[in-house]
């Protein structure tokens, strides 16, 4: 009888979370893609940065590292949100077993 409530609640849990899960995730790959541009760009053309003066390197960095940290906050928002996904369907799934368990405890 438990599990024909489990079942269908960590569906609906789980298929809820779809839109939201998609949605970070196309976030993520843009934040790649313009980080991998720009890293692209920096590798393609390192030896001319060598000319750059101290204005132009300075630029050059905090581009890279702005991109970099736009990519990072939003891999670590995607990877967060597809765990608690995994995380709260184990955690339904080991309650319902220690509700069997206890309810078999009684029985016995």
């Known amino acids: 009888v438990v599990l024909l409530l ?8 789980v298929w809820s979370r779809r839109k939201t899960v998609g949605r970070l995730l196309e976030a993520r790959m843009q934040g790649e893609e313009d980080w991998v541009h720009v890293f692209a760009w920096a590798a393609e053309h390192g030896r001319r940065m060598y ?3 101290a204005r132009e390197f300075t630029k050059v960095e905090s581009l890279f590292s702005s991109r970099s940290k736009a990519f990072v906050t939003k891999h670590k928002l995607a990877r967060d949100y597809t765990n608690d996904g995994k995380w709260v369907t184990a955690w339904i799934c080991h309650s319902v077993y220690c509700l069997m368990l206890t309810w078999g405890a009684f029985k016995l």
């Not at 489990?6 to 849990?13: E, T």
Request: glycine share 10%.
């Open 6 to 13: 489990v079942i269908p609640l960590s569906h609906a849990l």
């Open 51 to 53: 000319n750059f003066g």
